[in-house]
Every structure is written in C-alpha cells, then in structure tokens.
C-alpha cells in the first residue's frame, strides 16, 4: 500500500503490523477509513502467511481520538441507528470475530470510537501516555460501536458504567489496574512489545486460536459452556492437534500447519 494510505501494512515474519495513517486528525474514524479497515480485516482471513495483526495509530499523539463528528452533525435517528449497524458489522464485530487475534498497541488517546477499535481487538498493550474513554454523554450521545457492551465485560459493569457516565478519561496505568490493557510500557517501546506478544499469539496453533476466540467470546451467555465443550471437540479434527501432540511427545518445538 502507498505511504498516502488510509491503513498501511508492514509484515513481520507471521504477524501484520497494520497502521491507521490519518495523523493530523489523530487517526479520528470516518467513513472512508472504516471501510478500508474493514475491508483489510475481511481479507486477511484468507491469507495464511499472517497468524496475527498488531493494530496501532500512526504518529505520537492517537492510537484514535475519536469518530469525525463532522460526518454525522447533521444526522437524524435514522442515519445515527445506520452509522452503528454499519460500523459495527463492517469493522468492529468483524475484529472482535475474526479468527486471528488481533493486539492493539495504544499510544496517546484512545478516545470514543478510537477506545471501541481497542475493545474490538483481543489483546490490548498501553503505552505510559495512553489517553482512554468513551466520552460520548458529553455530545448527547452513547458510545455506538459496541462500547457499553465490551467495556462491561472487560473491566466490569460497574467501572464501565462509571466511565461512561462521567465521560472521565483513564490513565495507562488505571487501564492496566482494572484490567482494560494486559500491559504498560515506555511509548519508545510499544510497537516492540505489541509485536512482541503478536509473536507470541502467530507461534501457536492457528486453528486452536480460532477456537479459543470463538468460545471467550460466547462467555456470559447461556450457551457459553456449548460452545467451549463444541470447540474443544472440534479441535481434535484439526492437523494442529495432531503435530501439537506430536510435537510435545517428541519433545520439540510444533509447526502448525494451521489446517
């Protein structure tokens, strides 16, 4: 992709580093920019040299800021109930199900609709100047790409609650306390640890993974213990399982083929 691009990609080994290239308006979200991310996120899944994506904002100031207000002012009850229903089929759901894990690298702020990208993905690691909220209430708005539902399950319906309440914005380190990012490191170091724990994820098997993704998900629904016992079963269909076992019993290292 050309430097110009709303979302560049570089590849290291199994993992994508894919980063969001608006600096100047802090990486804000428009229309333009979710469907290419959206569209990156479709097409990935058919690409078996990438394991895992690292996700991140360019320049030192946003991972995200936020939506670009200027593109739904004007919007009635109707174009506000599509912009969500889009947003969170195009790209937020599509992250948050997509059979590769996804890490954030959250640098800056993480604000709005930047924070709902972050919840989106399956790991999040902070940089000490990390900036993150769902200041929403303040516009006279909720958080509509899937906030107040992630938020709740990550960090708890209380905490969450009173985050989007108050609009207050959290520090890295609260972040990590109340459990919203695994990890908090120097800005200077972000993009190497988040590549770092990407690494970690791409090693193991693709196929488990997908599995492991699928059943966190339905956690806290009825059906949730279903889908664990269903996926568990399914993994033993898998070539991973075979040269997992195989690999543990010969004492060496596996080499998924992730089929």
């Known amino acids: 992709m050309s430097e110009t691009a709303l979302v560049t990609e570089v590849l290291h080994g199994h993992v994508a580093c894919w980063t969001l290239n608006r600096p100047?308006?802090?990486?804000?979200l428009n229309g333009a920019l979710i469907a290419a991310l959206g569209k990156m996120v479709e097409?990935?899944?058919?690409?078996?040299?990438?394991?895992c994506i690292v996700l991140t904002g360019s320049g030192e100031k946003a991972f995200v800021a936020g939506a670009d207000i200027k593109e739904f002012a004007n919007f009635n009850s109707a174009e506000g109930r599509?912009?969500?229903e889009r947003g969170q089929r195009t790209l937020f759901d599509a992250i948050a199900l997509s059979a590769k894990p996804f890490v954030a690298?959250?640098?800056?702020?993480?604000?709005?609709?930047?924070?709902e990208l972050a919840l989106s993905c399956h790991v999040r690691i902070a940089s000490g100047n990390a900036r993150m909220g769902l200041p929403e209430v303040t516009l006279g708005l909720i958080p509509g790409y899937g906030g107040t539902q992630r938020l709740s399950r990550i960090i708890g319906r209380g905490r969450a609650m009173e985050m989007i309440l108050s609009a207050r914005m959290?520090?890295?380190e609260e972040a990590?306390?109340?459990?919203?990012?695994?990890?908090?490191?120097?800005?200077?170091?972000?993009?190497?640890?988040?590549?770092?724990?990407?690494g970690k994820l791409a090693a193991n098997s693709p196929k488990a993974l997908q599995a492991a993704i699928h059943a966190v998900q339905a956690s806290g629904s009825p059906e949730g213990y279903e889908v664990e016992i269903d996926q568990f079963g399914r993994c033993f269909a898998n070539e991973d399982f075979k040269e997992g076992v195989a690999a543990f019993l010969e004492k060496r290292k596996p080499e998924f083929p992730g089929r």
Not at 176 to 185: A, E, H, Y
């Open 24 to 28: 100047k308006q802090l990486n804000a």
């Open 82 to 84: 599509e912009l969500a």
């Open 43 to 51: 097409e990935v899944q058919q690409r078996d040299e990438v394991r």
């Open 170 to 172: 959290i520090k890295a």
């Open 105 to 115: 690298a959250v640098g800056g702020f993480a604000l709005g609709g930047g924070l």
């Open 176 to 198: 990590l306390t109340n459990g919203l990012v695994s990890k908090v490191v120097e800005r200077e170091a972000l993009l190497e640890e988040a590549l770092k724990m990407a």
